[in-house]
Nanobody, 123 residues
Framework: QVQLVESGGGLVQAGGSLRLSCAASGRTFSSYAMAWFRQAPGKEREFVAAISWTVSITYYADSVKGRFTISRDNAQNTVYLRMNSQKPEDTAVYYC????????????????WGQGTQVTVSS
């Protein structure tokens, strides 16, 4: 069992930066693939970024590639999402997720989810 708690959301101006954190409980955190998804009002939850348990493989959505960076610290049971050069279209609730199986962009493959943290980017 893994419990996930996100933090770090807030209001930022376009072009600004935020860093989201996701603290995980559970002794097997290091064996899970971790990801960030986001959901804007009236839209489906979409993939943002994912990182393998070995930290050697990362995936990004095309819309955030080059602006966002996912990282993890297995000793601290924490995964991060650094968001630079933010745009108003990045406004959404951001969710942290954990998958027991392979690294994937598919939200249906993730077994555990956090409660989400709101990110609002003003123009």
């Amino acid at each position: 069992q893994v419990q996930l708690v996100e933090s770090g959301g807030g209001l930022v101006q376009a072009g600004g930066s935020l860093r989201l954190s996701c603290a995980a409980s559970g002794r097997t955190f290091s064996s899970y693939a971790m990801a960030w998804f986001r959901q804007a009002p009236g839209k489906e939850r979409e993939f943002v970024a994912a990182i393998s348990w070995t930290v050697s493989i990362t995936y990004y959505a095309d819309s955030v590639k080059g602006r966002f960076t996912i990282s993890r610290d297995n000793a601290q049971n924490t995964v991060y999402l650094r968001m630079n050069s933010q745009k108003p279209e990045d406004t959404a609730v951001y969710y942290c997720a954990a998958a027991r199986t392979t690294l994937t962009r598919n939200k249906r493959s993730y077994d555990y989810w956090g409660q989400g943290t709101q990110v609002t980017v003003s123009s």
